[in-house]
């Protein structure tokens, strides 16, 4: 199972990022995959999820009506769309599945937020 993710960068408070996370290894299309972030001294905490199929989403309350995420399950990718993002935004941001109670993370990608 291999999780890789693009996209990071600097961007103004107000601005737009698309993170990408490229799987392969395992049969996409059958499992739910998630978006997380962390900071230094943080917990890294789940800032969305899709399921399989890609019919249906949850966000964390801090993201919600900012971020989506969405899936390409012919590419085998899962992307995280970020608007209007904020300072409180920047974090590593990790792409996650769990496949037969294992937990696989990509090696993560970095959001900063600043003027």
């Known amino acids: 199972v291999q999780l890789v993710e693009s996209g990071g960068g600097l961007v103004q408070p107000g601005g737009s990022l698309r993170l990408s996370c490229a799987a392969s290894g395992f049969t996409f299309s059958t499992y739910r995959m998630s978006w997380y972030r962390q900071t230094p001294g943080k917990e890294r905490e789940l800032v969305a999820r899709?399921?399989?199929?890609?019919?249906?989403?949850f966000y964390a309350d801090s993201v919600k009506e900012r971020f989506t995420i969405s899936r390409d399950n012919v590419a085998n990718t899962v992307y995280l769309q970020m608007n209007s993002l904020k300072p409180e935004d920047t974090a590593v941001y990790y792409c996650?599945?769990?496949?037969?109670?294992?937990?696989?993370w990509g090696q993560g990608t970095q959001v900063t937020v600043s003027s």
């Open positions: 899709i399921t399989s199929s890609g019919d249906s989403t």
């Open positions: 996650n599945t769990q496949i037969s109670n294992r937990i696989y």
